[in-house]
């Protein structure tokens, strides 16, 4: 029965160390470009045969290349690819 007190304890104390590393401070601007390249990516996988057949399967998706996707998703991704697009562009 002790053991197992000390293990929740040291499990515990594991997890609040891990809690206060992973609290990060982001400005706004860091935010909003995260969150585009996150869309970016699912854009590039759910568009990939339509768009961007002709690009790397595994591109790493990064700010230096998303104006490709935009440009990719307008010509070719139909009206549900330009709206995307479109909220990239924000």
Same mark, same amino acid.
């Given at each position: 029965m002790?053991?197992?007190?000390q293990?929740?304890?040291?499990l515990?104390?594991i997890?609040?160390?891990g809690g206060?590393?992973?609290r990060?401070i /982001?400005d706004?601007?860091?935010?909003?470009n995260?969150v585009?390249?996150?869309?970016?990516? =699912?854009?590039?996988k759910?568009?990939? %045969?339509?768009c961007?057949?002709f690009m790397?399967e595994?591109?790493e998706?990064? /700010?230096?290349?998303i104006?490709?996707i935009?440009?990719g998703?307008?010509?070719?991704?139909g =009206?549900?690819?330009?709206l995307?697009? %479109?909220?990239?562009?924000?």
């Open positions: 002790e053991s197992r007190s293990i929740n304890s040291y515990s104390e997890g609040r160390k206060e590393k992973s990060r /982001l706004s601007e860091d935010a909003k995260m585009r390249i996150r869309e970016a990516k =699912r854009a590039f759910k568009y990939y %045969a339509q961007f057949w790397r595994d591109l998706i990064n /700010l230096e290349n104006s490709e935009i440009n998703l307008r010509q070719n991704g =009206r549900q690819g330009f995307l697009a %479109a909220k990239l562009c924000q």
